[in-house]
């Protein structure tokens, strides 16, 4: 089926006299009729719901759908994107590990990286994503367990070399997860270009509403873990907490997505309510008419801005001058996403003017919904870096995050001329 059918019909194909509509199961408990059959579902021997921290019919039939839009062999939700790129890597590197990502990524998965994961035992080396391959390797050591990066980076909008990425990251012997949530699996698939793992924060363009936050990890069941077993013992040696059950011999190529579902989401929670999969579903079945229109009303106010000449910079890899643009015309031949990145000229000051002046776009803090709406990362979501961090992540002080929405491009660049007439 093409992307535009599994974002309408994918996950939940009813049965004769079933609700047409994905239900909401919103029941903690599943009932057996007797104590062996349960027993099975505990030892993984057999499948089904037994407890909604596990699993749920509502979240598996969200996740099939993501899984099938991304090409993958299994996925799973979380309650948050955060989660989702926690749990992604913790799956595969544990205390001793060390994880090689891009300096491009978002500020909480970054903060994730450099301190929490670091509290854990899990050292992080961050790379510039415009390195040459032999830049990259020297990152590597032999405890490196898993490289990760973003399609398009929030709140840098800079398009990743996935394949540099991949490559570099299999001579190593690792996997690579790739954050794919603002390029969703619409205008870009990472596992077409070598990519392992991917995640997404559903929070943003897949729910698009703004109503839930909530994540997702999907595998492409590529990677080869029984070749590099020595280095994912948790994968290719027997659990003791599942009877000495080894993932790769038990499950295949659903051992990673098994070992996240019966281990991670078993030991430390964070599943989605069925009730938020069910409104991350709604916004999933609009999601290949809603990208397009982004994309097209952030190509109209990157080319305004582009034009402004009170307006420093603007970064869209829509834009043909554009860094990005060769790297977004071949992993995003239909457009990146919504979101772009632009300085004023004037100081730090100028930037909250111009957001203050704003009526129709609002200061919120999120990105990829229906709604335009526009964040400093410097005085908002990345307030905990200093200077030299928001460099190296790619973030000028000056960068406003602009989030097109889907209303109409002129009523959006008419807000922006007024506020950059009000500050004048
Ligand atoms: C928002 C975001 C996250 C974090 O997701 P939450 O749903 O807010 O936890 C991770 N990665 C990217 C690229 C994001 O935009």
Same mark, same amino acid.
């Given at each position: 089926m093409k992307r535009e059918t599994l974002c309408v019909q994918g996950g939940w194909a009813p049965k004769n006299g079933e609700p047409r509509v994905l239900p909401i199961i919103q029941s903690t408990t599943f009932k057996y009729d007797n104590s062996e059959e349960m027993a099975m579902l505990f030892d993984l021997k057999k499948e089904g719901y037994f407890y909604s921290r596990l699993q749920n019919p509502t979240n598996d039939a969200v996740a099939k759908k993501? /899984?099938?839009?991304?090409?993958? #062999? @299994?996925?799973? $939700?979380?309650s948050s994107g955060q989660a989702a790129n926690f749990y992604a890597v913790f799956n595969i590197c544990e205390a001793g590990g060390h994880v090689v990502a891009s300096t491009e990524i978002y500020g909480g998965t970054y903060n994730l990286f450099n301190v929490t994961m670091r509290k854990l035992g899990i050292d992080c080396t961050f790379v510039n994503p415009e390195a040459s391959e032999e830049e990259l390797q020297?990152?590597?050591?032999? !405890?490196?367990? #898993?490289?990760? @990066?973003?399609t398009i980076s929030n709140p840098g909008c800079n398009v990743l070399d996935i394949e540099k990425f991949a490559a570099v990251a299999h001579r190593n012997? #690792? +996997?690579?997860?790739? &954050? *794919?949530?603002?390029?969703?699996?619409? !205008? /870009?698939? +990472?596992?077409e270009w070598g990519c392992d793992i991917v995640t997404h924060s559903t929070t943003k363009y897949m729910d698009g509403h703004a109503t839930q936050v909530g994540g997702v990890i999907v595998d492409s069941g590529h990677f080869d873990w029984e070749k590099h077993a020595d280095k994912f013992p948790g994968l290719c040696t027997p659990d003791d907490s599942y009877h000495g059950?080894?993932? %790769?011999?038990?499950? @295949?190529?659903? /051992?990673y997505i098994t070992k996240l579902v019966a281990q991670l989401m078993r030991d430390l929670g964070s599943i989605p309510a069925p009730q938020n999969s069910f409104l991350l579903n709604l916004g999933l079945e609009t999601l290949h008419l809603r990208m397009p229109q982004h994309c097209k009303n952030a190509q109209a106010v990157a080319e305004f801005l582009h034009d402004d000449d009170r307006v420093a910079w603007v970064n869209y890899s829509g834009l043909? &001058? *554009?860094? *990005?643009?060769?790297?977004? %015309?071949?992993? $995003? +031949? *239909?457009?990146s996403c919504g979101v772009l990145a632009f300085g004023l000229k004037g100081d730090r000051n100028t930037a909250i003017k111009f957001m203050d002046a704003l009526k129709l776009v609002n200061i919120? %803090?999120?990105?990829? &919904?229906?709604?335009? /709406? #526009?964040l400093? +990362?410097?005085s908002h979501t990345h307030r905990q870096l200093s200077d030299e961090q928001l460099r190296e992540a790619g973030i000028a002080p000056d960068l406003i995050r602009f989030s097109v929405g889907i209303e109409a491009a002129e009523d959006i660049i008419d807000d922006i001329r007024q506020a950059l007439d009000a500050i004048k």
């Open positions: 993501i /899984c099938a839009l991304e090409g993958g #062999v @299994g996925a799973m $939700l979380t020297k990152a590597f050591r032999p !405890n490196t367990k #898993v490289m990760f @990066g973003e012997g #690792v +996997p690579l997860i790739i &954050d *794919n949530t603002f390029a969703t699996p619409i !205008n /870009c698939r +990472p596992f059950l080894t993932y %790769t011999k038990a499950f @295949g190529k659903m /051992c043909e &001058d *554009n860094k *990005n643009h060769e790297l977004a %015309t071949k992993y $995003l +031949p *239909n457009g919120v %803090t999120h990105v990829a &919904d229906a709604r335009s /709406c #526009v400093h +990362p410097a």
